[in-house]
């Protein structure tokens, strides 16, 4: 979900990093997100067969040489069930602006590739403007894509626009395949506590949502919350989502220890110019990985124990900060 401004990254990144411990010329950057998230779906199907993996961004991934006429890298393909897309039709440069067609072409190549390989796509478009929130979801269902017009980028609300919502039914969905719409819900900061939260999204017939495993940054959602959160306002039943970002560490998060902000564990690299608190990683070392998934304490295990019917992984473009 976050923007990157990629040639401050690069300036922040010769200047602040500390590369200068570790050769990494020779690494494949593409390769080794391909490989985390594999990791990710491996150990995660393992304990729930039906868990969805969906990374979002990053979609050069799903070719072998990231290129739009490489051949498909079936590895990833076979390990996801969908694919994130943010800023598809507006919102690439501005907010409530159309994406440029060359962006938008460039982006469709890949998405199509994913989608006519099995995959789910899932847009989330950043428009406030009614006329354009019809457009994108127009444009969007158009393409096979299933799409969320967000009318804050910081995704802290539930829009009052459309009414009813693009696709609104009252199936029970249990599958990436049947979803119609989706709720992009993953900053509480609107809600008093947990059940106005809870409340605002039940009284809702959004086929999916994809939400913070914490409440307010800090307060793990249970198993019971998690169900409680999968029905609809009509009496359908909806998949919850939970989001997870893997490219980057967060200081707010449960992981955190406050010595690293002066003594930074090897994997840590500068804080992200545009989002304060978010930190670069090193996302193919294994420490880093650890915290992520592949044990009882991980993150991933928080998320499959809390019920949730899969995972939104973000900042999957991690690589286009190394390359």
């Known amino acids: 979900m976050k923007k990157m401004f990629f040639l401050l990254a690069t300036v922040i990144f010769f200047m602040s990093c500390n590369n200068d411990e570790e050769d990494i010329s020779d690494i494949d ?3 080794e997100m391909r490989d985390f998230v594999i990791g990710i779906s491996e150990y995660s199907r393992s304990n ?15 070719t072998t040489n990231g290129e739009e006429d490489g051949s498909l890298h079936t590895g990833y393909l076979s390990a996801i069930d969908g694919n994130g897309q943010e800023d598809l039709f507006y919102g690439y440069d501005i907010d409530d602006q159309a994406t440029p067609t060359d962006e938008n072409n460039y982006l469709k190549t890949f998405l199509d590739r994913s989608k006519n390989a099995g995959n789910t796509i899932l847009v989330t478009d950043y428009c406030s403007t009614p006329s354009k929130m019809d457009n994108s979801y127009s444009q969007n269902n158009a393409s096979g894509y299933v799409s969320f017009a967000a009318t804050q980028r910081e995704l802290n609300n539930i829009p009052d626009y459309p009414g009813p919502i693009y696709g609104e039914n009252n199936g029970l969905i249990s599958s990436l395949s049947e979803v119609k719409n989706f709720l992009y819900l993953i900053n509480s900061e ?3 506590s947990k059940t106005a939260f809870i409340n605002a999204v039940t009284s809702t ?3 999916m949502l994809i939400m913070d495993f914490f409440f307010d940054d800090t307060e793990a959602f249970t198993s ?35 010595g690293w902000y002066t003594d930074k564990p090897g994997w840590m690299d500068a804080e992200n110019p545009d989002w304060e608190g978010n930190y670069k990683v090193k996302y193919w070392e294994a420490a880093w990985q650890n915290i992520i998934f592949g044990n009882d304490s991980s993150y991933m295990k928080k998320i499959l124990d809390a ?17």
Do not use: C, H, T
């Open 307 to 323: 019920d949730f019917n899969g995972v939104y992984l973000d900042i999957i473009d991690a690589y286009e900060y190394y390359e």
């Open 190 to 192: 609107n809600y008093g």
């Open 205 to 207: 017939n959004y086929d």
């Open 29 to 31: 950057f593409k390769q």
């Open 224 to 258: 019971d919350e998690i169900n409680q959160l999968k029905n609809k306002a009509n009496g359908g039943k909806r998949l919850v989502i939970s989001y997870m970002s893997v490219g980057e560490a967060e200081d707010y998060r449960y992981y955190w220890q406050s």
């Open 48 to 62: 729930n067969p039906d868990f969805f993996i969906i990374p979002q961004n990053g979609i050069e991934l799903v």
